[in-house]
């Protein structure tokens, strides 16, 4: 099962993720592209040291695309992925080093050689390199039990609508302010099978970790979480 988590900052997606992962997770990995989750891991660790707990996955600060994708490749489990957005940006400073090292490129035929890294960039059919490394990314979704992936819209939508084929469940996370204070609510892009059935949840405004489990209670996937998990 794959879920995408979009919306702009502050919109409670990191929170979510985490919540899902300390809450469901027996063994997997939070890969944090950006180092947004910090802050609020560090919040979810202390309340579980208040229980007598310790916290059962693995967090990887990933600082560029071969460290992310590596650890992606061995995660086992849940994984979380936050933030998505982010990857095109990792993976083509990653095929820049990769020709920079090399020192050359072709084009066509053409072998042209790098004179001045500083001033070198990608550049027509060279940008099919990172596209490939954001395709075998996927394909390592594909074979992972459950992803949950964060993607902030705050400069486009357009650059995360790209991955909206490749998850089962897409949930814009809301902010709203009434009376009571904030609520955390989520409009609905896609639930490939049960739309209906999660659209009477969104419309009951409930939180994005509530319709992410009733989603997974309804596809069954509750059963195959406990036997993912390893929990009773």
């Not at 099962?1 to 929170?15: A, F």
């Not at 469901?24 to 944090?32: F, P, R, V």
């Not at 075998?136 to 609508?161: G, H, M, P, W």
Request: with cysteine; proline share 2%.
């Amino acid at each position: 099962m794959k879920v995408l988590l979009t919306g702009l900052t502050g919109t409670g997606k990191t929170h979510t993720a985490l919540k899902f992962m300390f809450n469901h997770c027996e063994k997997g990995a939070y890969l944090d592209l950006e180092g947004s989750a910090l802050v609020e891991l560090r919040l979810f660790e202390k309340k579980l040291e208040q229980e007598g707990k310790k916290r059962r996955f693995v967090y990887v600060n990933c600082r560029d695309f071969k460290e992310f994708y590596e650890v992606l490749k061995r995660a086992e489990g849940f994984v979380v992925v936050d933030a998505l957005n982010k990857l095109t940006d990792y993976a083509r400073l990653y095929a820049r080093e990769l020709f920079v090292k090399e020192q050359h490129y072709y084009m066509g035929e053409k072998l042209i050689t790098i004179t001045n890294p500083e001033l070198f960039d990608l550049r027509g059919w060279l940008y099919q390199v990172p596209n490939r490394f954001e395709k075998d990314v996927i394909r390592l979704f594909n074979a992972k039990k459950v992803v949950v992936a964060c993607a902030n819209t705050d400069k486009s939508q357009e650059n995360v609508a790209k991955y909206y084929p490749e998850f089962d469940l897409v949930l814009e996370c809301v902010k709203r302010f009434d009376e009571q204070g904030v609520k955390y609510t989520c409009n609905l892009v896609k639930a490939r099978g049960l739309e209906k059935e999660v659209f009477k949840m969104i419309k009951q405004e409930k939180e994005p970790y509530e319709v992410i489990k009733h989603y997974m209670e309804v596809i069954g996937w509750a059963d195959q979480e406990r036997n993912i998990t390893g929990q009773a």
